[in-house]
Structure formats: C-alpha cells, structure tokens
T-cell receptor
Framework: SAVISQKPSRDICQRGTSLTIQCQVDSQVTMMFWYRQQPGQSLTLIATANQGSEATYESGFVIDKFPISRPNLTFSTLTVSNMSPEDSSIYLC????????FGSGTRLTVV | LAKTTQPISMDSYEGQEVNITCSHNNIATNDYITWYQQFPSQGPRFIIQGYKTKVTNEVASLFIPADRKSSTLSLPRVSLSDTAVYYCLVGEGYQKVTFGTGTKLQVIP
C-alpha cells in the first residue's frame, strides 16, 4: 500500500491567519481525500481531490475556507484559511491504495 | 454511501478475544467492508477487508454473514496495545468513504 508523508505534524497559529498542510504520496494515485477530526470525535470528510480538476467539497465545507491544490498524482495541499479557534482539529489526508491509507495527521491549534 | 452502526465503547481484559460488530443494513452489491484501527495522535491504520464469509490475517478475523448486513471484527487474545478506536467502513474502492462513530476499545490489565 501507499506511504503518505504529511506535514507539518502540528502547529499553533494565530486567529485570522492561514496554514497550508502538505501530503506527499510515494506512488501515483487518482484521488486524495482530506479529513478533519475534532477532539474525541470521528473523521469527517472535507473534500475529494482529483488531479487536474477542482476538488469536490462535502456539505458544510467551502473552497474559500479550505482551498485544495492537486498539481500532480502524488501531491496535494489543504489550506485552512482565516482561522478561528473552532478550526482547531487534526487534519488528515488519505488515498485509496489496497484499502485507504492515511497520513499521520496535522494537529492544528488556533489561538 | 452505506451507513454503519457500531457500539460506542467496549472493555476487555488482556488475553481475551474481542468481537466488535458493525451493522450496515444498506450495503451495496459492490461494497467491501473494511476495518481500521486508530491510536491517539495517529491516522487510522488498515486492519482487514472482506466481501463475504470469513477473512483472516495475522492480526484479526472478519466474519460476514450471507446477507452482508453486518460484520464482526474478531481480535484474538488482546493486549494493552490493542487499546484504540476501531472503525468499520463500507464502500467500493476508489470512492469516498464515510466514517461512523467507531468503537473505543479499552483493554484492562
């Protein structure tokens, strides 16, 4: 199965700023998925990113708040924009490769 | 997307076999059933996947009845290191999947 390198692993950010999270996959994959996991909760899908097209966002998530880039088949970024304390969560990327493989997550704290 | 229902939490003593059942009444013909394990501060990790009957690997077994409306993850002789959240997912490959609440397993010494 694929191996995902996700960074940063954690960050503390000021409200009103933006953070870009990167995921690098060691093989080419068609779709990449971005999730949010709030403390003590399950994972919620933010969007699905295909290479060469705009990401598809789930209900409750919008492109202006969570812009996603997918420049090639091995890389994607998620930006959390204009952050507020409510954005404090773990953000994870995932790919489908003989079952879904997940990055180690980015723990974001907004102060 | 098939919705899944699992117990919120379970406790087990070390050395016991643990069975976690997942209900997925509206599973589609092409859907597979996959279980994941998540430790705190880590991403979910693939445990086992099946379509029907029984699948076994080095860490777990997965039992799926003929109607496929439920599945049971069986962990033999659990240890403290098996304390984690276990998620049952149902879906077809190359599509998005929806996570349910998961089952928080606490292994007691």
């Amino acid at each position: 199965s694929a191996v995902i390198s996700q960074k940063p692993s954690r960050d503390i950010c000021q409200r009103g700023t933006s953070l870009t999270i990167q995921c690098q996959v060691d093989s080419q994959v068609t779709m990449m998925f971005w999730y949010r996991q709030q403390p003590g909760q399950s994972l919620t899908l933010i969007a699905t990113a295909n290479q060469g097209s705009e990401a598809t966002y789930e209900s409750g998530f919008v492109i202006d708040k969570f812009p996603i880039s997918r420049p090639n088949l091995t890389f994607s970024t998620l930006t959390v924009s204009n952050m507020s304390p409510e954005d404090s969560s773990i953000y994870l990327c995932s790919v489908e490769s003989f079952g879904y493989t997940f990055g180690s997550g980015t723990r974001l704290t907004v102060v | 997307l098939a919705k899944t229902t699992q117990p919120i939490s379970m406790d087990s003593y070390e050395g016991q076999e643990v069975n976690i059942t997942c209900s997925h009444n509206n599973i589609a013909t092409n859907d597979y059933i996959t279980w994941y394990q998540q430790f705190p501060s880590q991403g979910p990790r693939f445990i086992i996947q099946g379509y029907k009957t029984k699948v076994t690997n080095e860490v777990a077994s997965l039992f799926i009845p003929a109607d496929r409306k439920s599945s049971t993850l069986s962990l033999p002789r659990v240890s403290l290191s098996d304390t984690a959240v276990y998620y049952c997912l149902v879906g077809e490959g190359y599509q998005k999947v929806t996570f349910g609440t998961g089952t928080k397993l606490q292994v007691i010494p």
